[in-house]
């Protein structure tokens, strides 16, 4: 089964979920034989799903991540350990050389015609992080195959990304446990 047409769909803000619900969708994909790839920006293989969808044969992953957090905000080095601060404008140079390779590769993936639905998880977030172009965005939205399902996640979307899709989602923090000092739980959180 292929799709007859493929659509753009973005997850973001900054509601715990985006990465759940592409996750989810991804499943319900592979579960009526469609070719998934999943290519994670700026996480490592800790997170509990990479156990489950290694299993699943018409899903395919990839991750892209780094043994530490970025940021633009100096203050927060003093409240997360293994934290790169920078400035902006100047992301790392092995962050931006790993992220530059990854949309290489994966625009050659989408253009493949092996997969029905790529997602592209955290690529918003490495955007935002000066870790990726938009007009690496762009390239990779509007010389898709249309029968291609793109889905993007990550917090901070640019409205020139959210026009550019079909259907967007915003997740909404309302409460969340670390508000009360409850750290990310394994199982839970990641």
């Given at each position: 089964m292929h799709l007859k047409s493929g659509l753009v769909q973005v997850y973001t803000g900054n509601g715990k979920g985006k990465t759940t619900a592409?996750?989810?969708?991804?499943?319900?994909?592979?579960?009526?034989?469609?070719?998934?790839?999943?290519?994670?920006?700026?996480?490592?293989?800790?997170?509990?799903?990479?156990k489950i969808l290694k299993g699943i044969k018409n899903i395919k992953e990839r991750y892209l991540g780094k043994p530490y957090f970025i940021s633009k905000d100096p203050s927060i080095a003093n409240k997360l350990k293994g934290v790169v601060v920078f400035e902006p404008g100047n992301p790392p140079r092995d962050y931006v050389e790993l992220v530059r390779k990854g949309?290489?590769?994966?625009?050659?993936?989408?253009?493949?015609?092996?997969?029905?639905?790529?997602i592209l998880d955290e690529i918003i977030t490495a955007l935002y992080f000066e870790l990726v172009s938009m007009e690496d965005m762009k390239s990779i939205l509007l010389e898709r195959p249309k029968?291609?399902?793109?889905?993007?996640?990550?917090?901070?979307a640019p409205k020139e990304l959210i026009d550019m899709a079909d259907l967007v989602t915003e997740m909404v923090e309302v409460k969340h446990p670390y508000q009360r000092g409850i750290e990310a739980r394994k199982g839970i959180e990641y």
């Open positions: 592409a996750i989810g969708l991804a499943v319900r994909a592979a579960g009526n034989n469609l070719n998934v790839y999943i290519m994670h920006f700026m996480k490592s293989r800790r997170y509990g799903e990479t949309i290489k590769e994966v625009k050659g993936i989408i253009k493949s015609g092996k997969y029905d639905v790529v029968n291609v399902e793109i889905v993007l996640t990550g917090r901070y």
